[in-house]
């Protein structure tokens, strides 16, 4: 296949995400050592190819819907390379279920990440604390924290066409958070929630003190370098586990939550997280509850 017919491909599929275009650009890349093309090469060769390639399982399962996306749309046999697909995705799975047992006996309670969450409070981390406080509420990703602090005079954010950013929205009694930048944006839209919570809304403003700006006349991100600048995607995940217990991430705070409420059996919960999350609450309980269903 080549260079040309990749890019062809992907211009005839108008409605994929620039993170999904970016992700196959790297795939397509893991077979150029391969003697022919993932067109022209037998259905054998390719799954050899694939099965030989050093890499997780995650990745060659990518691989193989790179392989399976192109060949279906050049109208090329791919029946024995889906066959291989299901049989990778069942050893995924079993890996999944045994990081599963294994997290069981690491992951803290609820009750330590809100002690922690209130130990960042009292100790002025304000940063810490409200990124904490926003996972916790709202169940958010990481991405989700990458937030403009804006005052509520400056709030009138009704979805304007193209917006990519999230606005943390700081009100009188409450705060309000917009996510127009997420991971299933596509599928729910933007999202808006109110946060009712003083502590957060002082530590905003605490936070804004120390960095010695002023709300509503300055630009100022959640998230940001020591200039001031926005963080990427990456820099963002190394600076929220700086101040999660323990370091842990914000899939991982998920999973606590998420299995607490399902052993109580307590839906309304499961509900609001998948509300807020945007995932479907069938997604959210096969990928986050460590006991399974």
């Known amino acids: 296949m080549t260079d040309q017919q990749f890019n062809d491909y992907l211009g005839s599929n108008t409605q994929l995400a620039e993170r999904?275009?970016?992700?196959?650009?790297?795939?397509?890349?893991?077979?150029?050592?391969?003697?022919?093309?993932?067109?022209?090469?037998?259905?054998?060769?390719?799954?050899?190819?694939?099965?030989?390639?050093?890499?997780?399982?995650n990745t060659k399962l990518a691989m193989i819907n790179v392989v399976i996306n192109m060949r279906k749309h050049y109208d090329k046999e791919f029946?024995?390379?889906?066959?291989?697909?299901?049989?990778?995705?069942?050893?995924?799975?079993?890996?999944?279920?045994?990081?599963?047992?294994?997290?069981?006996?690491?992951?803290?309670?609820s009750k330590q990440l809100i002690a922690h969450e209130n130990r960042l409070y009292l100790d002025g981390e304000w940063v810490g604390f409200i990124i904490v406080h926003l996972m916790r509420q709202l169940s958010t990703r990481n991405?989700?924290?990458?937030?403009?602090?804006?005052?509520?005079?400056?709030?009138?954010?009704?979805?304007?066409?193209?917006?990519?950013?999230?606005?943390?929205?700081?009100r009188s009694n409450n705060a309000q958070v917009i996510r127009n930048n997420y991971k299933t944006f596509k599928q729910y839209g933007q999202k808006k929630n109110l946060v009712p919570s003083r502590k957060l809304n002082r530590a905003v403003k605490e936070m804004i003190a120390e960095r010695d700006l002023e709300l509503?006349?300055?630009?100022?991100?959640?998230?940001?370098?020591?200039?001031?600048?926005?963080?990427?995607?990456?820099?963002?995940?190394?600076?929220?586990?700086?101040?999660?217990?323990?370091?842990?991430?914000?899939s991982d705070y998920n999973k606590v939550f998420v299995s607490e409420f399902a052993e109580m059996k307590d839906l309304k919960k499961l509900e609001k997280i998948s509300n807020n999350r945007?995932?479907?609450?069938?997604?959210?309980?096969?990928?986050?509850?460590?006991?399974g269903l």
């Open 20 to 57: 999904t275009i970016q992700s196959y650009s790297n795939t397509f890349t893991k077979f150029e050592n391969m003697s022919k093309n993932i067109l022209t090469a037998s259905q054998t060769n390719i799954i050899n190819f694939i099965d030989e390639y050093d890499a997780s399982t």
């Open 79 to 109: 029946n024995k390379i889906t066959n291989r697909k299901l049989q990778l995705a069942d050893d995924y799975q079993q890996i999944k279920n045994n990081i599963k047992e294994e997290k069981k006996g690491e992951l803290p309670t």
């Open 143 to 170: 991405k989700d924290l990458d937030l403009k602090i804006l005052p509520a005079n400056r709030s009138q954010r009704k979805g304007v066409a193209g917006d990519k950013n999230n606005y943390l929205i700081i």
């Open 216 to 250: 509503g006349k300055d630009e100022i991100n959640l998230l940001s370098t020591k200039g001031g600048r926005k963080m990427n995607e990456e820099s963002i995940a190394k600076k929220i586990r700086a101040y999660t217990f323990r370091g842990l991430s914000e």
């Open 278 to 291: 945007g995932t479907s609450l069938e997604v959210l309980l096969k990928e986050y509850h460590l006991d």
